[in-house]
């Protein structure tokens, strides 16, 4: 993947990356905001596994685009109507719940309907998608719940109260789904990106260049990568492996953790 704004250390486009022998085939997945970013490119790896995917997403022509890209499913939802849950499949192996949406602003300023949109999304939706696909995977004795979290799971930013305080919601109920899901097969388990190279990232860069009057390259290296030792963007094929990678027949044991994808951002 090119972009101008890749760095020395960006590594090589190669090519989607395989699915490193995590053979899904019979297996049904769900992934949220799998019209784009990360979303789509775990959609894309479940399906190289032999996954037949269900693509969800507010934006109908993305998750159609997707979907037909993969030969799976498209689902047009509204993550912040509860009742859409209960429109999608239920009998699903791999839950991937990735949908989310970001607003930037201190406290005195967040608009309260913002937070509680943001809560609704990242936090509601999930805990019901669970207890949907729940009773599906405990029958089957097998089940694989992957949360995309965030560094900012596990870690704080000023302005963000929104974001990480739904993040970190999403840790708690990973490790409870984890514990109530050990003894029926089933793990559950966040990933914790850094900033990835996604258009909304690098609409950020763009805009923070702009308005600070520095260039895109010092953006991305003072600002956003500023407590990061690798100097790069995360790719979203490099997320989606780590899901594909939870799936895998040598992790039954991993569950309830949190594995971050930060380029050493914890490690300060």
Do not use: W, Y
């Given at each position: 993947m090119t972009s101008e704004f890749a760095s020395p250390h960006t590594p090589p486009a190669s090519g989607p990356p395989a699915a490193g022998g995590v053979d899904l085939t019979g297996r049904a997945?769900?992934?949220?905001?799998?019209?784009?970013?990360?979303?789509?490119?775990?959609?894309?790896?479940?399906?190289?596994?032999?996954a037949d995917v269900h693509v969800v997403d507010l934006d109908?022509?993305?998750?159609?685009?997707?979907?037909?890209?993969?030969?799976?499913?498209?689902?047009?939802?509204?993550?912040?109507?509860?009742?859409?849950?209960?429109?999608?499949?239920?009998?699903?192996?791999?839950?991937?719940?990735?949908?989310?949406l970001q607003h930037i602003a201190a406290l005195p300023d967040f608009p309260p309907e913002r937070f509680a949109l943001m809560q609704q999304v990242m936090v509601t939706a999930p805990f019901l998608l669970i207890r949907r696909v729940l009773p599906h995977m405990y029958a089957a004795g097998w089940g694989r719940v992957i949360n995309i979290s965030s560094v900012h799971g596990l870690r704080a930013s000023a302005y963000k109260s929104a974001y990480v305080t739904a993040k970190h919601a999403l840790e708690?109920?990973?490790?409870?789904?984890?514990?109530?899901?050990?003894?029926?097969?089933?793990?559950s388990n966040c990933v914790n990106p850094g900033y990835v190279r996604t258009p909304l990232v690098e609409g950020q860069i763009k805009d923070q260049a702009a308005a600070h009057g520095i260039s895109p390259g010092d953006v991305l290296s003072d600002v956003l990568l500023s407590r990061t030792p690798v100097k790069r963007l995360l790719e979203a094929e490099e997320v989606a492996a780590a899901a594909l990678w939870l799936c895998g027949p040598h992790t039954s044991y991993v569950t309830g953790a949190s594995l971050p994808l930060d380029g050493g951002w914890g490690a300060n």
């Open positions: 997945a769900l992934v949220t905001g799998g019209g784009s970013g990360i979303g789509q490119a775990c959609a894309a790896a479940l399906s190289r596994g032999g109908a022509g993305k998750a159609k685009t997707v979907a037909d890209a993969i030969g799976g499913t498209a689902h047009i939802a509204d993550l912040a109507d509860p009742a859409v849950i209960d429109t999608l499949p239920a009998d699903i192996d791999i839950l991937v719940n990735n949908a989310g708690g109920l990973s490790k409870v789904t984890a514990v109530e899901g050990a003894p029926h097969g089933v793990t």
